[in-house]
């Protein structure tokens, strides 16, 4: 007979009964008692707090396990196929520590290391595994460059995965209208942009866009426009001419010449093949 028994039959003689043996005694309501119809036995039957006794089928902690089954005989919480939680504690006593945690959250690989994590990629853990992050929002999780909120580049990539390719990109260029389609372009009609739009060029010297014989460089003509974009309207024209003072208004003029002009004024000529300026009746040279 244990030690235990002993006390409870020195108990009950002390008032004046006998237990039975068969019966199961639980005087601190523990669960645990003494008898030999109790299913669990009671060490200390006068504290609650006290119920294992020491023997591999004990269960001191009542949850069903019994100590060699259980990982923990002081914890009810604690058993085999219990509910494994972020507590730190081995709760199902599968020897391994909030794996597969009923609270732990979803984690994100985060290959690129930009602290965006690929939605495709998930672990679901009590704190985040190296190389994972709480965040699922990245659209390249191979390259550290592309993440929400990034600068936009013109390189046909989504780098700030809105789902838009280019749009507001940081490094975009102005291109100038070129309406008359001279390639040269108007300084006053622009659009920036990735690449040039219909109609448009990188150049913005064209001095007028409605006329494709107007830029710089253009030869410049007896026109009354400034054809090469300089600033100097019919300066060394490509079809000046020579004029001729013609003195005696002959139609033939006498050389030298008076120089390049785009018209010639009264009392000029475009020749100067007069042998006397003075006389109208002198013959030329044939």
Same mark, same amino acid.
């Given at each position: 007979m ?17 237990p039975?043996?068969?019966d199961c005694?639980?005087?601190d ?20 707090d006290?119920q ?19 990982c923990?005989d002081?914890d009810?919480?604690?058993f085999p196929g %219990?509910? &494994?939680? *972020? @507590?730190?504690i081995d $709760?199902d +006593? !599968?020897?391994t520590? #909030?794996?597969?945690?009923? /609270? ?34 990245d659209?390249?999780?191979a390259?550290?460059?592309v993440?929400p ?12 995965c ?17 309406t008359?389609g001279?390639?040269?372009g ?15 060029v ?15 460089? %253009?030869? &410049?003509? *007896? @026109?009354g426009?400034? $054809?090469? +974009? !300089?600033?100097?309207? #019919?300066?060394?024209?490509? /079809?000046?001419?020579?004029?001729f003072?013609d003195?005696d ?9 008076l ?10 000529v ?5 042998c ?7 013959p030329?040279?044939?």
């Amino acid at each position: 007979m244990r030690t235990s028994l002993s006390l409870l039959l020195l108990t009950s003689l002390l008032h004046g009964c006998e237990p039975d043996p068969g019966d199961c005694v639980d005087e601190d309501g523990d669960g645990a008692g003494v008898g030999d119809a109790c299913e669990f036995e009671d060490c200390d039957d006068t504290d609650p707090d006290v119920q294992e006794c020491g023997g591999e089928d004990d269960d001191a902690d009542a949850d069903g396990f019994t100590a060699d089954e259980d990982c923990d005989d002081d914890d009810a919480e604690v058993f085999p196929g %219990a509910t &494994e939680r *972020c @507590n730190g504690i081995d $709760d199902d +006593c !599968d020897g391994t520590v #909030d794996n597969d945690a009923v /609270d732990g959250a979803t984690r994100y690989a985060d290959a690129d290391t930009d602290t965006f994590g690929d939605a495709g990629t998930t672990v679901v853990a009590c704190t985040s595994p190296a190389g994972h992050v709480a965040d699922a929002t990245d659209c390249d999780d191979a390259n550290p460059a592309v993440f929400p909120g990034a600068d936009e580049l013109c390189n046909s990539v989504d780098d700030d995965c809105d789902a838009s390719v280019d749009e507001d990109a940081t490094d975009t260029v102005t291109w100038f209208a070129d309406t008359d389609g001279d390639t040269f372009g108007d300084a006053g009609s622009s659009q920036d942009a990735c690449s040039g739009p219909l109609n448009h060029v990188a150049d913005s010297t064209d001095c007028d866009d409605a006329v494709n014989t107007t830029f710089p460089g %253009a030869d &410049e003509l *007896c @026109n009354g426009v400034d $054809d090469d +974009c !300089d600033s100097v309207i #019919d300066d060394s024209p490509i /079809d000046e001419i020579m004029a001729f003072a013609d003195a005696d208004q002959d139609s033939f003029g006498a050389s030298p010449g008076l120089g390049l002009v785009c018209s010639l004024s009264l009392g000029e000529v475009d020749n100067g093949d007069d042998c006397d300026d003075a006389d109208p009746r002198a013959p030329v040279p044939r």
